[in-house]
């Protein structure tokens, strides 16, 4: 038993090593859980004993059903039948893998089964004890124990069936590559709907695509590029990479160095390079060619005028202990604001959301010239307008927008 409960342990060792190392955080936080100011922050309320059990329900649900179907919806909304063909085979996998584990403790009689259950669901437990919502990478140190015991019970039921259980693991395994290169088109070509992804048992939203919900994406293998030129220089930048900046301030990850500042939207500074930078998924949209390639999704513009009043907004910085990491953000009264603004060939007018997860904002109304410009481009950060007969001359914009923070609304023209 000591042996089985040792090796089972090694899963959590790279944990283990980092909470060791840094005193055991986790284990104040849980000692000091009753007066941890985070919890209300994030939340408005920290989860009261009588609330656990129910919250402990909701992540097992959604560790086994939601979860999965979130990575479902996901590839149905680039292949509808790949993604129904993936929900109907993971189901019946489901199915499957609890009747062989039910077999393998009834029939067989196989204790390490129920001993790593009962390990997994106390896992479980604890993680939910830990904060009063759970992020998703909360549940990556239990993931490798759910799988372990997912692909036993797979085992069990078809044991007997060689040669469709090694069809059954194939079929698995690309199954679980789909969705990493789905990511990866999506993130190059398209938008990506974040969804809930800090709250796992959070419901989502089931009309992203219509509520525009969804953003750009930094791709991991591209974020080095990012992060190149960033520390070269001290720079504004303005355009749909500046929200995404912000939100990366959620993790132990920052796209920019000590020794050069980084300011999100604004007016140029003096002594600050000034960039635009959108994603090629915007100008594809519209038809525009970038100054150079920041990666293979996002492309710099130098031609472009800010019309914000005041300085952009530092980039938040990542605190183990709040979050989000605007917690803290003071925001004001919704208002609506007239904006005019008046400049040479300027065809194209964007709007920002700095901080898309923390103010809210509309377009009440714009003109360009007198007339509606065509909305090219929209998402939770992003408003994206072109005028086909502002191409040469003055143009006139006027715009009315509604928000509750309007400096950490930016906006551009080119």
């Not at 410009?373 to 307008?385: D, F, G, I, Q």
Request: aromatic letters at 12%; one cysteine or more.
């Amino acid at each position: 038993m000591v042996i089985r409960l040792m090796l089972v342990s090694l899963l959590f060792l790279p944990y283990l090593v980092n909470q060791f190392i840094n005193d055991f955080p986790d284990y104040h936080r849980l000692l000091e859980r009753s007066i941890t100011a985070d919890q209300i922050r994030a939340s408005g309320h920290a989860i009261e004993p009588a609330q656990w059990f129910y919250q402990w329900i909701n992540l097992v649900k959604s560790l086994l059903f939601d979860g999965p179907m979130r990575v479902v919806d996901f590839v149905s909304h680039t292949y509808p039948v790949v993604g129904a063909a993936y929900s109907v085979f993971y189901i019946f996998l489901l199915i499957l893998a609890v009747v062989g584990l039910i077999g393998s403790v009834v029939v067989k009689k196989h204790k390490t089964v129920v001993y790593l259950i009962v390990f997994l669901l106390g896992a479980i437990g604890l993680i939910v004890m830990l904060r009063s919502f759970t992020p998703f990478y909360f549940c990556l140190s239990v993931s490798a124990l759910l799988l372990g015991l997912f692909s036993y019970g797979l085992f069990v039921i078809l044991q007997t069936r060689s040669v469709l259980y090694k069809v059954v693991i194939m079929s698995l395994f690309a199954f679980g590559m789909l969705p990493t290169l789905v990511l990866r088109s999506q993130g190059i070509h398209q938008q990506i709907n974040y969804g809930p992804i800090m709250n796992v048992t959070a419901k989502v939203d089931e009309n992203w695509t219509k509520n525009n919900t969804a953003l750009d994406a930094l791709i991991i293998n591209q974020s080095e590029h990012v992060a190149d030129y960033f520390c070269d220089k001290s720079t504004v930048i303005n355009g749909p990479m500046a929200p995404l900046i912000d939100i990366s301030g959620s993790l132990p990850m920052n796209f920019y160095c000590d020794e050069y500042e980084l300011i999100l939207g604004g007016p140029s500074q003096p002594g600050f390079d000034s960039v635009l930078v959108l994603s090629k998924y915007f100008l594809d949209k519209i038809d525009t060619k970038p100054s150079f390639w920041l990666s293979d999704s996002w492309g710099v513009l130098h031609q472009y005028k800010n019309h914000q009043p005041v300085s952009g907004l530092l980039p938040s910085v990542f605190d183990d202990y709040v979050h989000p990491p605007r917690s803290y953000h003071k925001l004001q009264k919704i208002q609506p604001q007239l904006f005019e603004i008046n400049e040479e060939r300027a065809p194209h007018l964007l709007i920002s959301n700095l901080l898309p997860f923390n103010v809210q904002y509309k377009v009440e109304k714009i003109l360009a010239n007198g007339k509606s410009p065509e909305l090219k481009v929209v998402n939770a950060a992003n408003h994206l307008y072109y005028c086909d007969d502002c191409q040469s001359g003055k143009t006139n914009w006027q715009l009315t927008l509604i928000s509750n923070d309007f400096n950490a609304i930016d906006i551009n023209t080119f």
